[in-house]
């Protein structure tokens, strides 16, 4: 009874060293960027790993009118991709999951067959066609597509969740006289709320770090987003580079929300990509 | 009788339309998005197109792709052959890791949620942030983050990101650290391994590794199946990771990878390289996936299939 005890106290002992050591591993960059962030220039010029004084005299550097700007460039195009997002992909979801119409699994199944075409191959071409509508340079690149179907994968975990509510209380609906689009509106989104949460957050999230779009069709600076922002001042800047506690400040920012909403909607995201796991 | 039956089909076609209408937006967005540009790929990699003048150019032929694998031989078999040495290398380590941590974290105990968030942090890192990060802490520098605590365990500098030799195995080092993306997958798959099959497992005296091999990886293999496939088409078409680092040119010339090429030649305006190249591409993640589908008799879908 005693040796079985102990060994799995040892063998407790031994999975909390291993998770620990790797949890070390993967906190050393996010830590030390944001300890960075806070450094004098001196701290940053010998390599120091912690600061020898806390001083948040980067921050102002890095945080400037422009990075504001982008700030809230950033966060206009991320709301309102949230709700296109979330909104054409919750309908597409319907119709794929709730309506039965005839070719309904052909267009189902190019929507899925679409996850597998590289996206390099299609941004490319559609400089030229946005050029010639006159949308580079907008942010109609940027948003307009979200509108229309938000993305494979969203209208997938949509729709395998809306399988999980049962016909007959559409059935019920229908019979007292709801059309379609208010079974889909009173009875069927209430009850996705929880799988809308999540794309809801992945979409705004997509936004927040989207790069490629951005760099591809937009050159003005006052369209930026903040990662195009960012980019161009600390990565790809033919003039000098600022130090790296400056560039860690605007960093740690832009990485604020994520890590927020990351805390706040842990379930969220976690039942999300389960409801795609389990049900997949 | 003939009027009630034209009533009746029309009711149908209204029925129908109804209902298509709300699969429509996504309709029209692959129309207008997915398909149009992928034709017009097709199309503008016939031609001498550029990117500053409007309107398609000149049609050339093959050109664009004799000169693929002519003038530009040597750098396209380079790009091509280091995005086949980062997914070769890169994919394994990343499945088996991530495997790895979820099999200790899918049981609950207490903190599991805790390692849970922290092996998941680094995939939040937006790719820019990330960039910027890893160009400063896995510089070749003495005071660069890793090689200060290379020092402390008294090991020599070492050139990361700033070498030619060093560059690319930094890259995958680097990579691993968003292993947490694929983990939340493999966890959520193996918690959904009913509980019955441990039990029966535990009556028949069944150690850890029986469990292992008989239950959990057999459950796995739709997972393992879908990570891979995604794992594959992802690691080919790798970008952004490598246009936000800001290194030594002799580094980045290692991360020449097919994507950072076809984005060189559209930032040179040559659109109809571009696109000759990423047809290359999507050729080659095509016969790769329909391959990979067609060896998966492996994969275990359930009872009912």
């Known amino acids: 009874m005693q040796t079985i005890k102990s060994k799995r106290a040892v063998g407790l002992a031994i999975r909390y060293v291993v998770l620990l050591i790797f949890a070390v591993i993967f906190l050393f960059p996010v830590v030390e960027l944001i300890l960075k962030a806070f450094m004098t220039d001196e701290d940053i010029a010998s390599g120091a790993l912690f600061p020898s004084v806390f001083t948040v005299a980067a921050f102002p550097k890095a945080i400037d009118s422009g990075y504001f700007w982008w700030l809230k460039n950033t966060l206009i195009i991320g709301v309102i991709n949230m709700v296109g997002i979330t909104l054409s992909s919750s309908l597409c979801a319907y119709g794929f999951a709730k309506l039965k119409f005839k070719g309904r699994e052909l267009v189902f199944s190019i929507v899925i067959a679409t996850l597998m075409l590289p996206s390099i191959c299609m941004q490319i071409p559609l400089y030229k066609l946005y050029f010639g509508m006159g949308w580079t340079n907008t942010w109609l690149p940027l948003i307009i597509p979200g509108f229309c179907g938000g993305g494979a994968i969203n209208i997938f975990l949509m729709r395998q969740y809306m399988k999980g509510i049962p016909d007959s209380v ?32 992945m979409s705004f999230l997509g936004c927040w770090n989207d790069f490629m779009t951005p760099l591809l069709y937009i050159n003005e600076q006052s369209l930026y987003n903040l990662s195009l922002g960012l980019y161009y001042r600390y990565v790809n800047n033919a003039g000098s580079i600022p130090p790296a506690n400056v560039q860690m400040a605007a960093a740690t920012v832009m990485l604020l929300p994520c890590i927020i909403l990351f805390f706040f909607f842990q379930k969220v995201l976690i039942n999300g990509v389960s409801v795609g796991a389990v049900k997949g | 009788m003939d009027k009630n039956m034209r009533t009746a089909q029309k009711r149908k076609i209204l029925e129908w339309i109804s209902s298509f209408a709300f699969v429509l937006p996504v309709v029209i967005g692959i129309a207008v998005f997915t398909l149009t540009p992928m034709i017009s790929s097709l199309g503008y990699s016939f031609t001498r197109t550029y990117t500053t003048v409007a309107g398609m150019g000149e049609f050339v032929g093959l050109k664009n792709y004799e000169n693929l694998f002519g003038v530009y031989a040597e750098q396209i078999w380079d790009s091509i052959g280091s995005t086949f040495l980062f997914t070769v290398i890169s994919l394994p380590i990343t499945l088996v890791l991530s495997f790895a941590l979820a099999l200790f974290l899918a049981k609950d105990f207490k903190g599991v949620k805790v390692f849970r968030v922290v092996y998941y942090l680094p995939v939040m890192l937006p790719a820019v942030v990330s960039g910027i990060l890893w160009s400063s802490l896995a510089n070749g520098s003495d005071t660069s983050a890793l090689n200060v605590v290379l020092a402390a365990f008294g090991a020599k500098p070492f050139a990361f990101y700033d070498s030619e030799k060093t560059a690319f195995f930094t890259f995958i080092l680097m990579g691993l650290f968003t292993i947490g993306s694929s983990m939340i997958l493999w966890i959520a798959q193996i918690k959904a391994i009913p509980d019955s099959m441990f039990e ?106």
């Open chain 1, 170 to 201: 559409c059935e019920a609906a229908k019979v007292d006289g709801a059309n379609k689009f208010l079974i889909y509106l009173v009875i069927v989104m209430p009850m996705c709320l929880p799988i809308a949460g999540y794309v809801m957050l």
């Open chain 2, 200 to 305: 029966v497992a535990d009556l028949e005296g069944a150690n850890y590794f029986v469990r292992l091999f008989k239950i959990i990886i057999p459950m796995c293999t739709p997972m393992i199946f879908y990570n891979l496939i995604m794992g594959i088409i992802n690691s080919l078409q790798i970008f952004s990771n490598v246009i936000t680092l800001n290194i030594e040119p002799a580094g980045k010339e290692q991360l020449n990878f097919i994507v950072v090429r076809i984005y060189d030649f559209y930032n040179s305006t040559d659109l109809s390289t571009a696109c000759a190249l990423s047809w290359v591409l999507f050729v080659i993640i095509a016969v790769i996936s329909a391959l990979t589908f067609k060896f998966n008799k492996w994969v275990y879908y359930g009872e009912e299939v």
